[in-house]
């Protein structure tokens, strides 16, 4: 295995363990998780994929018989399965991102109840929700049709395999509402006296 890819997989297996454990010790108990814990059951398992899927795609990517100008078809194969992990890892990601989103929503939800504040949630969970199905609706049926052209090597389509305009729809969405979400604790901060040290 290829340096890098070396380094990646003990750096993303070590986070992944991390973060399934963390807040299980924290409650003590299984019995004790809540709603947005049951989603993040869920998350355990597409953040295995992101995991998985990027190990793949940072093999692939490190191995140097892609660099060659006429591959033989082993080589051609490795890379179109490479192409494959890269559309996996995007899906997995998109899917993560957007359930942590959801749980954030859900603790907001919670914070927030018979509080003005519970409308403004209410209304960035539907943002959060109608950017996730647009998002996918362009990746899946818009900027590169049909899906298998986005490991297909004979594409003459750029999208299919630069992705510019799915990462610039994604990164407008999820900027946007990572900083509507972020606005919501504010009021509840600002109310709530604590002193600044704090």
Known sequence: ??????????????????????????????????????????????????????????????????????????????????????????QFALITIWLVKCCLLIIYDRLTLMMKEQLVVKIVAAYVVISFIVIEALFMGVWCTPVR?????????????????HLITTAVFNISSDIIMLSIPLPLFIRSHIPFKQ
């Open 1 to 90: 295995m290829y340096r890098f890819a070396r380094e990646l997989a003990v750096e993303s297996w070590i986070l992944y363990a991390v973060g399934r454990l963390s807040r299980r010790l924290r409650l003590g108990s299984w019995s004790k998780l809540q709603l947005d814990d049951a989603l993040m059951g869920l998350i355990a398992f597409t953040f295995t994929g992101v995991t998985v899927a990027a190990n793949n795609v940072a093999r692939v990517s490190s191995d140097p018989r892609i660099r060659l100008d006429n591959p033989p078809p082993d080589v051609i194969e490795f890379i179109i399965w490479g192409n494959k992990m890269v559309f996996v890892l995007e």
């Open 149 to 165: 052209h986005y490991w297909d090597l004979q594409s003459d389509n750029e999208q299919c395999w630069s992705y510019v305009h």
